[in-house]
């Protein structure tokens, strides 16, 4: 089994269930005590930001708040530099504890020895 797992969601609410997959996952990976890296791309970049994941609604999937803070509790949430960039989103704006880095960093984690690597 693979000692960590690195996520990188591309969707948000354009594609909610694609989201929430990728979130759940984390989380679950998170209390089962592996080590996450969960990457916002694309439109879930909105989600570093204060607030924005109460806004998310999808039936019977597991409110994305809640994951999230299960994810900054006990893994690492990173925000793509260039997905920020496009959203004029700053490390100022972001929730604490959110890092924003760009590709380089992604491919040294996911391909670090003992990694898993997922992208919804």
Do not use: N
């Amino acid at each position: 089994m693979a000692k960590k797992l690195v996520i990188k969601v591309t969707a948000g609410a354009d594609a909610p269930e694609r989201c929430s997959q990728a979130f759940t996952v984390a989380a679950v990976a998170v209390a089962s005590g592996v080590e996450v890296s969960l990457w916002l791309t694309g439109e879930s970049a909105w989600f570093a930001l204060p607030g924005r994941a109460a806004e998310f609604e999808l039936p019977h999937a597991a409110p994305l708040p809640g994951l999230l803070e299960s994810v900054l509790a006990g893994g690492r949430l990173t925000l793509c530099t260039q997905c920020a960039a496009r959203r004029d989103i700053s490390e100022k704006d972001v929730i604490d504890g959110v890092r924003i880095a760009g590709a380089q960093v992604f491919v040294q984690e996911a391909m670090a020895d003992g990694t898993q690597a997922l992208v919804y």
